[in-house]
């Protein structure tokens, strides 16, 4: 995970089913936080099936609301449950500002 702090041209990222336990979930969670907030290439990325907790996907999430580049964030599969954390989730993935109707813009 160290290696992608420095990539500055990666696009696309899948870790689909890539299963860590509770110590390492913590770990990748906050590389992947760190590598999102700071990198402004990435469009997609697909973390399914890797069974974070509720905590690592927030924190994950909060680095993707930063983002510039970012279009899309897989998350299914993974340890969210409580409909608290749910509700977390779609009020950080709500866009910040409408897109105006192009008809009115000109």
Known sequence: MEELKTNKTLQQLSLKNLTCTKQHSEEVAQSLHDFIGGNRSLQH??????YFGADE?????????????LLS????GNQVEDSVVRAEIRRLMRP???IQNLDEAM
Do not use: E, G, N, Q
Request: overall charge positive.
């Open 45 to 50: 990325i697909d973390i399914s099936y890797m």
């Open 57 to 69: 996907v927030l924190h994950i999430l909060r680095a993707c609301t930063k983002s510039r580049s």
């Open 73 to 76: 964030i897989h998350l299914t």
């Open 96 to 98: 910040k500002r409408r």
